[in-house]
C-alpha cells in the first residue's frame, strides 16, 4: 500500500484527470422513472463526489491551472500508475453510462419519461440537503469545464446502481492505496458535515446522511453516527411488532414529570411478536400511574 513518500507522481496532467473525474458528476441527471427514489440516489452520488473530493484534498492533488507542481508521493512507481489506472477507470464508467444514455434517449423523449425537470420529488428536506451539497461540491471544484459539455441522462435505476457501484468501488480502491490519509479524510469529513448541518435542524439532517452513506460513504456514515450519539434523546431504527405484541419506544413519563431526559440509547433491529411486550427506552412512573405494559 502507498504511503505519503517515496516515489512521486504529479505535474498538470495529474490534476487535470482528478479534476475530468470530478467534473463527470456534473454531467449525470435522472429521468422520472427514479420516482421517489430520485432525490436519494441524487443525493448518493453527490456524496460519492464529495468523498473523492476529500481524497483528492487528503494526498494533496489540487488545482491544475497555475505553474505549480501538484504531486501525490506514493510507495513505488507500480503504484504510480495504479493511481493513474484507477482515475482513468472512473472516467470510463461515465463514459459507458453515457454511451447507455445516448442508445435509450429515443424512447423516452415523447412518452411517459423525462429529464430531472420534471421528476417527482415530495421531500423538500431531501431536496434542500441535495441543493446544499451539491454547493459544496461545486465550491471545491476548483477548475472545473463541466459547464461546456451537454448533459445526459440516466433513465434506469439499475444503470444508476452500476455506475454508483462501480464509482465508490474505484473511490475505495484509491483511499485503501494511502491508509495513511484515512485521519486527514475524516477530520475534512467532519468539516464538510458542519457546513453541511449548518443552518438546518441538526439531528434530522445527520439521520438522513447516515442512512444514504451507508452504501457508499463509510466514514460519512461513521462520523455522522458519532454526531448523533453525543445528541440527547434515543435513536430507533427497524423496530417491528407482530400478533398481539406491544412495544414502547422511548421514555415512559408521567404527565407531571418535568426533569430533563440525560439518557441516550440506540436501538436497532428490535422484533416483538407473540404476547410479548418491549419497552426500548427509560421508564418513570409514579405510585398508582397506569404503564403501557399494564394489561
Aim: a negative charge; one cysteine or more; hydrophobic letters at 35%.
Amino acid at each position: 500500500m502507498a504511503d505519503l513518500a517515496g516515489v512521486v507522481i504529479g505535474g498538470v496532467a495529474l490534476a487535470s484527470l482528478f479534476t475530468t473525474c470530478v467534473d463527470c458528476f456534473e454531467y449525470v441527471q435522472l429521468g422520472r422513472d427514479f420516482g421517489k427514489n430520485y432525490q436519494r440516489s441524487q443525493l448518493q452520488l453527490t456524496t460519492v463526489q464529495l468523498r473523492l473530493l476529500r481524497w483528492g484534498k487528503s494526498v494533496r492533488i489540487e488545482d491544475g491551472s497555475s505553474s505549480q507542481q501538484f504531486e501525490v508521493p506514493v510507495a513505488s512507481a507500480e503504484e504510480a500508475v495504479l493511481v493513474q489506472s484507477i482515475l482513468g477507470e472512473i472516467i470510463v464508467v461515465f463514459e459507458d453510462m453515457e454511451r447507455i444514455s445516448r442508445r435509450g434517449a429515443s424512447q423516452h423523449r415523447s412518452g411517459h419519461s423525462t429529464l430531472v425537470q420534471a421528476a417527482v420529488v415530495n421531500d423538500q428536506s431531501l431536496v434542500s440537503l441535495a441543493e446544499r451539497m451539491r454547493s459544496m461540491a461545486l465550491t471545491k471544484q476548483k477548475n472545473s469545464s463541466f459547464s461546456q459539455k451537454v448533459k445526459w441522462a440516466l433513465y434506469e435505476e439499475k444503470h444508476f446502481r452500476r455506475l454508483l457501484d462501480d464509482v465508490q468501488g474505484f473511490v475505495q480502491s484509491l483511499e485503501d492505496l494511502f491508509p495513511t490519509a484515512r485521519s486527514t479524510q475524516q477530520q475534512l469529513c467532519a468539516q464538510d458535515l458542519t457546513t453541511i448541518t449548518s443552518g438546518t435542524q441538526e439531528q434530522p439532517t445527520l439521520e438522513i446522511l447516515e442512512d444514504i452513506s451507508i452504501e457508499v460513504d463509510p466514514t460519512l456514515c461513521q462520523v455522522a453516527a458519532e454526531r448523533l450519539a453525543t445528541m440527547p434523546g434515543h435513536r430507533y431504527q427497524d423496530m417491528r411488532t407482530s400478533d398481539r405484541a406491544m412495544m414502547q419506544n422511548g421514555n415512559e413519563l408521567p404527565a407531571e414529570y418535568r426533569g430533563s431526559i440525560l439518557s441516550s440509547h440506540t436501538f436497532s433491529g428490535a422484533v416483538a411478536d407473540g404476547d410479548s411486550r418491549m419497552l426500548n427506552g427509560d421508564r418513570v412512573i409514579t405510585s398508582g400511574g397506569q404503564s403501557f405494559f399494564s394489561r
